[in-house]
């Protein structure tokens, strides 16, 4: 999923407890499946920065000598201006793009 395009919130904002809990109408279980996505979409942020990061990786077998990259650089404050995983999670979840399931229902 592209990440870089979220409308998600960059700075803390109050949410509505109501519009939270409506889906599964139990406020418990929604933070625990917006916890879980969050988990999902920071491991697959890190994955995506590492591997960016990687492309401009310069190898050496002096560990003396510590190179900055421009390019690696301007990804990482790319990737620390967006949103935070849980305000991604969390605006997922209002616009009903989280799936879920209970086995207990199924």
């Known amino acids: 999923m592209d ?5 998600a919130a ?10 939270i809990e409506a889906p599964t109408e139990n406020i418990y279980q929604a ?4 916890s879980k996505r969050a988990e999902q979409i920071n491991s697959d942020l890190k994955r995506e920065l590492v591997d960016k990061l990687d492309e ?3 190898y050496n077998d002096s560990l003396e000598e510590v190179f900055e990259n421009k390019e690696q ?11 935070k995983p849980t305000a991604i ?3 997922e979840w209002l ?6 399931r209970t086995p207990e229902t199924e």
């Open 73 to 83: 650089i301007e990804v990482s404050k790319f990737y620390e201006r967006l949103p």
């Open 95 to 100: 616009n009903d793009k989280v799936y879920f």
């Open 3 to 7: 990440y870089k395009d979220t409308k």
């Open 89 to 91: 999670a969390v605006d």
């Open 31 to 34: 933070i625990s499946i917006i």
């Open 56 to 58: 401009f990786a310069t």
């Open 10 to 19: 960059l700075s803390t904002i109050t949410y509505n407890k109501n519009e």
